[in-house]
């Protein structure tokens, strides 16, 4: 059974700090993973999927990598901002269609940047 | 392009009564899934669609949940008699291929 492990589970850093999220995955069988965002009583926005066949996906200040073999991916933030404030959670989909299409998450990490 | 759409966002009910939530996907998209979030937790899958049909319920407590799709397109999740235990937010999700998935805003249970 696929466990995600998120850490840290919170994190406080001062406006303009580039930090670093991790998530870890028991389970390397995967067909991608995906960092979301989520704001407090909102869904989640897709921040960014990266492949099991990748290393790494960017987007703006945003870099996500993936080292399937050892079961971890990163998600750094650049230049922090008071708007990135949010949880942070990774999902991991199963390789094998047999399995469905079923993201596995972690339980996010709640990010606060002051300003 | 329009998102998922879910409604209601908010909903307050005693226990032991029942309530209804309802998904409309992304235009196109052929599946279909509801997700059950509890207050400091990651979403966890509860029924995945594909088109009409089920692909996967195992996490779905069957016994006092239920959820339909509707010609391919709407789907309604039920829960009868809800417990205090299922106050969480319910997320539906849609997606064209295994690529992304794409989640409406949730709607937010609290059982008394």
């Known amino acids: 059974k696929q466990e995600v492990t998120q850490i840290p589970a919170a994190l406080s850093v001062p406006e303009g700090e580039n930090l670093v999220l991790n998530c870890s995955f028991t389970?390397?069988?995967?067909?991608?993973l995906q960092w979301f965002r989520q704001d407090p009583g909102k869904g989640l926005t897709s921040l960014l999927l990266?492949?099991?066949?990748?290393r790494e996906q960017t987007s703006g200040r945003l870099n996500a990598s993936l080292d399937k073999s050892s079961g971890r991916s990163t998600l750094y933030i650049a230049a922090s901002q008071p708007g990135d404030s949010a949880t942070y959670l990774c999902?991991?989909?199963?390789?094998?269609?047999?399995?469905?299409?079923?993201?596995?998450f972690g339980e996010g990490t709640q990010l606060t940047v002051n300003p | 392009e329009a998102g998922v759409a879910q409604s209601p966002r908010y909903k307050i009910i005693e226990k032991r009564q029942s309530v209804a939530f309802w998904c409309n996907p992304i235009?196109?998209?052929?599946?279909l899934y509801w997700y059950q979030q509890i207050l400091g937790q990651g979403p966890k899958l509860l029924i995945q669609f594909q088109n009409n049909g089920v692909v996967d319920d195992s996490q779905l407590p069957k016994d006092r949940f239920s959820a339909e799709r509707l010609k391919g397109v709407d789907s309604t999740l039920k829960i009868q008699p809800a417990k205090l235990e299922d106050s969480a937010v319910y997320l539906c999700?849609?997606?064209?291929?295994?690529?992304?998935?794409?989640f409406g805003p949730g709607t937010r249970l609290t059982v008394l």
């Open positions: 990266i492949q099991s066949s990748q």
């Open positions: 389970d390397s069988a995967i067909y991608n």
């Open positions: 999902a991991v989909r199963p390789r094998w269609e047999t399995s469905g299409s079923r993201l596995t």
């Open positions: 999700a849609s997606s064209l291929t295994r690529d992304e998935q794409f």
């Open positions: 235009s196109g998209h052929a599946t």
